[in-house]
Every structure is written in C-alpha cells, then in structure tokens.
C-alpha cells in the first residue's frame, strides 16, 4: 500500500470529523504566517536601526520602535499559543475518535467472519490481535503526524522559501538546493533505520515472548534443572538487542552529522550571498537576519523529515496487515434466508465429503440420519472425524460434497443466526468470559431473570456450590474449577433451551463425581431433544438411540449398542478396550 492508498482509505473514517480537519487545516495556515513574523520583524527592528543611527537619532523615535516590534512579538506569539493550543487539541480529537472508530470497525468486522477464518493458523490469536491493534495504532499516529507535523511544518517552510524567493532569487536559488540534498540524506537514513528497527522490534517481542514463556514453563524449566539454559538464551538476546540499539544510535549519529553539515553549507552561503548583495547596495543590512531565519523555517521540517517517513513507512507496514484482515470478504459467514419456526429437528446427511481448507481431508462419503427427539453417538478413535461432523452439523463449515438436510431443507439454506439460536453446544472445554458467574450462566439467555439463571445453576448441580462461595453468583467464573467451570456451560445450555444439542467430551476433563452429576444433568436435559453426544466413556453413549462408528472420517458401522456388540467390528474392539483399560474385572469384583 502506498501512502495515497492509505489515505483513500482512511477518509471514510476521517470524513465524520471533516469540520475539524477544515479547523486544522486553517489553524495550520495562520501557524505558518505567524511563523514568518520573526524574520519580518527582526528586518524591520535592524534596517529602522540603521537608518536612526544614519539620520541621528530621536528619543521618541527609538521608543516607538521598541512599542511596536514588543506589539507584534507578543501578539505574534499570543496568536502562535493559540493555534498550537487549538491543533493539538483538534489533532487529538481527531485521533482518539479515529482510533476507536477504527477499532470498532475492526472488531465489528471480524464477528462477521466465519469459524474457518479464526481457525488459520495465520490468524492464530495473537497475530489478530497485533495486526488489529498495531494497524489501527500506527495508522492513527499516521493521521496524527500529517496533522501535527508534516502539514503545519510544510507549510511553513513552503510560505518562507515563497517569501526568500520574493525578496530575492538567488538567495531562495541557494535555499532550495539544499533541500534535495537533506530529503536524500534522510531518505537515506530512513532507508537504513527501516532494516535496524524492525530488527530491534522482532528482539523486542521475542525477549518479552521469552520472559513470558519462562514464567508460564517455570515448573518443567525447574524439574529438569534448566536455569542455566535459560538464562543464557536470554543474555543472548540481550546481548543481540544491544547491538541492534548502538547500530541505530550509530546510523543515526553519522546521518545527523551530515545534515547538520549540509545546513551549515546552506546557512554560510546565504550568509556570504545575502552579505554580498548588502554590499553590493541591492539589499538593506536588515536582510542578513532574514533571510536566515527563513532559511531555518524552511530547513526546521526537514530536519524532522526522517522521523516522520521512518513512521510513515512503519503505518503504512501495519496498514496492509489491518486491512487484510478488515478485507477478508471472502470470509464473511454465509446465511440462507429460510427462518425457523417449528423446529423438527430431524438431520440428514447424504454422501458427505469434508476437506478442510488447508487441504487436510476430514470426511468421506458419510451417509446418515440423526431423527428428531433421538440421542446419537458417535464412536472412534481420535481424528476419526467425529467433531468435523458436529462443526458441520453447526454450519460452521459447509461440506465439500455431498448434502446435509435438516427438517427435509438444505442447512445451507436456514438463517445461521436462527439455526445456531436453537443449537446448544457444549465442549470438553467451554470457554469463561471474566465476569461473574451469574454473568457467564446468562449468557446462554441475556434476557433471563435471576431466578432463571439460579434455576439453571441448580439443574447444573452448581448451585449449592455457588451458594458456598463468599461472594455467590457475583463470584469471579475464572477462578472456578475446571469441574464448576464445566457446569457453568450447562447450565448455559439449560438456560438456552435448544431444540439440538451437540455434547463433544462434556465430561472428558472431570473427576468421576463431577463426571457423574454431569451425566445426570445432561441425561435430564436429553429427554424430547436431538442430541449428538462424542465421548470417549462408554458410560454416556451406551443408552444411546443409534451409534455411529467413525473410522479414518468414515461411518464403519451403525445402530445400537447391543448390535453394534454383536457385530464383532471396530465397535466391539473400542468397547473392550475401553472396558480393559477400566480394569473392569477388578472393579467388579470389588463391587460384588
Ligand atoms: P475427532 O473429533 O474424531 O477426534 P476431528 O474431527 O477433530 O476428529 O479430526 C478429523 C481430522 O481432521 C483429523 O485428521 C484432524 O487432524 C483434522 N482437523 C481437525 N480440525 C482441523 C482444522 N481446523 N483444520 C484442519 N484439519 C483439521
């Protein structure tokens, strides 16, 4: 992206703060006039010197130049406040309304995008989250550093090479010869910086990744006896982080001795030019001062110049990683139109293919009917595909073959916000939002009344649990177990009241009692819904209506579990196993 492109981009978010920028814009000029007042001034105070100390001088005449130039100075400078005052609060305002605007944008932007997108690896958590908020960060310094710095010093040093011109061509001739120098230069510098800076900041990140990454490893770090290790590799980058700082501190000493040098240049020859032509009878005397304090208004933005291209280059870097993400059309979710009003909730799906999109083949040709009101498991191994069918089945991919029906219409076609309204969902893990538990039950149902939410506590079995806790229902949820966090997101499900409802491993990270009460609960909510379970416990799939057996992301075998036992297939071989690893012969004859 180039820097116009950026700006194309930015105007739409610019444009409801366009008043204020014209106020900018204005307040930008007077600043560059009132810049130009020095110069004028200090002409007018010498050549009126001269010309009292040629005439003889009056008492009355010094005094009124002394009033005058004291006049303009400080009105000068009382105007100079003001603008600056002015912009620095129009350019805040600007920024911090574009900054959240942009955020805003961003966030609103991505919850439109489907489940796919958030699931590549390249916009693994983190890195959304950087390019987001670096994005919106540099872009609004960008906005900022046009509005504060590149404009009103431009069109300073504009007007006074204007004003130099004016008084005299050569000497403006002079002025603006430097200038190509000092853009190559900083050019130049910039140049060098980019390659310095973005190896200090890759440093940067990974020494606060590796500070991180001990304290969250400190416990394997200090049984296998790693300290040494560890703190090597971190002197290491230390030492790497140095380096990359004196190398910038260098580049930039050498650049900035060579500007500083080429100004020189400029100011001597002003100096000899101007004193020249002062001699010469073509100037007054009063324009020596003049033409160098000029020449300084028109040497003051560039000097800055690398900073601000270095930032620039930096925006316009971020820039492209956040509109890459607010341009992933491509990855809106889709939504059919047809609404939902009396759920069935009969699924059916026909020789149903699934590849993901990074090509890893999940399903192959997966026949079968999940009817209305039954409770279906499905059985096998890790990677068999089971949760790729759920996802399907939630419409969070759509399949690469093939056809799922729900209610005898294509899933393709419902309203995905209406669909996924009479879904419930619960995971292995679910997650919990920081807030309080009674915020994190509801919400499953925002608009559910207290009484609600501690009804649903105490179908969870989490109620009497909650009630023990100090602070009850206003109880920070992250701090609960992973057990209470666990009923948390059935009582979500309770409180949500779906017709469907995908279980995948709800007990599978719980202890038995847990495991025990859960079931319970889940068994009370099952009864008169479609429910898929995937659990890996022979205990929750066993009473089940049909089982389907996955093996390698097809159906093997299907029906019910006395059937499928009898059936001496993969079915059979998992239940064993799964009784042996129990160590069932023990257990019952402990029981006995
Ligand atoms: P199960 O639930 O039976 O353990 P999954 O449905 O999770 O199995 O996985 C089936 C296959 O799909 C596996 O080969 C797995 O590696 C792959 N897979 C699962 N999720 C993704 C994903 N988001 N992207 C790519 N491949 C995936």
């Not at 003001?82 to 919850?111: D, F, P, T």
């Not at 300073?156 to 050569?170: E, Q, R």
């Not at 009850?472 to 949820?477: G, P, V």
Request: glycine share 6%.
């Amino acid at each position: 992206m180039n820097i116009w492109q950026i700006i194309a981009r930015l105007l739409p978010f610019v444009k409801p703060y366009k008043l204020l920028v014209f106020i900018s814009l204005v307040l930008t000029l007077i600043g560059a006039v009132a810049a130009q007042i020095n110069p004028l001034v200090l002409r007018y105070t010498v050549d009126t010197i001269q010309q009292l100390l040629n005439e003889g001088r009056t008492e009355q005449g010094s005094a009124s130049l002394f009033l005058y130039i004291s006049a303009i100075l400080f009105g000068k400078e009382l105007i100079n406040i003001a603008v600056r005052y002015g912009q620095s609060m129009l350019g805040e305002r600007i920024r911090v309304n574009l900054s959240s605007q942009l955020s805003q944008y961003a966030v609103e932007k991505i919850l439109t995008y489907k489940y796919a997108f958030f699931v590549d690896d390249e916009n693994a958590t983190g890195k959304l989250q950087t390019r987001i908020d670096r994005g919106a960060e540099s872009l609004t310094r960008f906005v900022q550093r046009i509005f504060i710095d590149l404009l009103p010093l431009f069109a300073n040093a504009i007007l006074a090479l204007f004003i130099m011109f004016h008084a005299n061509f050569y000497v403006g001739l002079i002025a603006s010869i430097v200038m190509p120098i000092y853009f190559l230069l900083s050019w130049q510098q910039a140049g060098m910086l980019k390659g310095v800076r973005r190896g200090l900041r890759t440093l940067r990140e990974t020494k606060t990744n590796g500070l991180f990454n001990i304290i969250e490893s400190i416990i394997v770090i200090k049984s296998f006896v790693r300290e040494e290790y560890e703190r090597e590799k971190q002197a290491r980058l230390q030492r790497n982080l140095i380096d990359a700082q004196l190398r910038q501190r260098k580049t930039n000493y050498v650049f900035d001795a060579l500007k500083s040098f080429a100004e020189q240049v400029g100011v001597t020859l002003i100096i000899i030019l101007t004193s020249y032509l002062v001699l010469d009878g073509q100037m007054s005397i009063g324009s020596i001062m003049f033409h160098i304090l000029l020449f300084n208004n028109v040497s003051a933005p560039i000097r800055q110049l690398h900073r601000i291209y270095d930032e620039i280059n930096e925006a316009m870097t971020y820039a492209e990683g956040f509109f890459e993400v607010l341009d992933a059309d491509s990855a809106i979710e889709e939504s059919g139109d047809i609404t939902i009003e009396n759920l069935y909730g009969t699924f059916e799906l026909k020789n149903v293919n699934f590849t993901y999109p990074n090509g890893t083949p999940a399903l192959f040709d997966v026949s079968m009917k999940i009817p209305h009101g039954k409770t279906v498991a499905f059985v096998g191994l890790s990677g068999a595909g089971k949760s790729t069918l759920l996802n399907l089945l939630c419409k969070f991919y759509a399949p690469t073959g093939g056809k799922i029906t729900l209610d005898g219409k294509n899933l393709h076609d419902y309203d995905t916000h209406l669909l996924r309204r009479k879904i419930g969902l619960v995971l292995q893990k679910n997650h919990i939002f920081k807030g309080s538990i009674e915020e994190n039950i509801r919400y499953g149902n925002m608009n559910a009344s207290f009484a609600e939410v501690r009804e649903a506590a105490k179908k969870a079995y989490l109620h009497e649990q909650i009630e023990q806790l100090p602070d009850k229902y206003e109880t920070d949820a992250q701090q609960l177990s992973g057990g209470q966090q666990q009923r948390i997101a059935i009582a979500r499900l309770f409180l949500k009241d779906p017709p469907i409802i995908f279980l995948d491993e709800p007990t599978a990270s719980l202890d038995a009692i847990a495991t025990e009460q859960i079931k319970n609960s889940l068994d009370a909510i099952k009864a008169d819904r479609t429910t898929v379970v995937i659990s890996h416990s022979i205990s929750q799939i066993i009473d089940s209506d049909v089982i389907f057996v996955l093996k390698e992301g097809r159906v093997v075998e299907s029906g019910t579990h006395e059937e499928l036992y009898n059936n001496n297939g993969t079915y059979k071989e998992i239940f064993n196993a799964s009784a042996r690893s129990l160590n069932l012969g023990r257990i019952s004859k402990t029981l006995r």
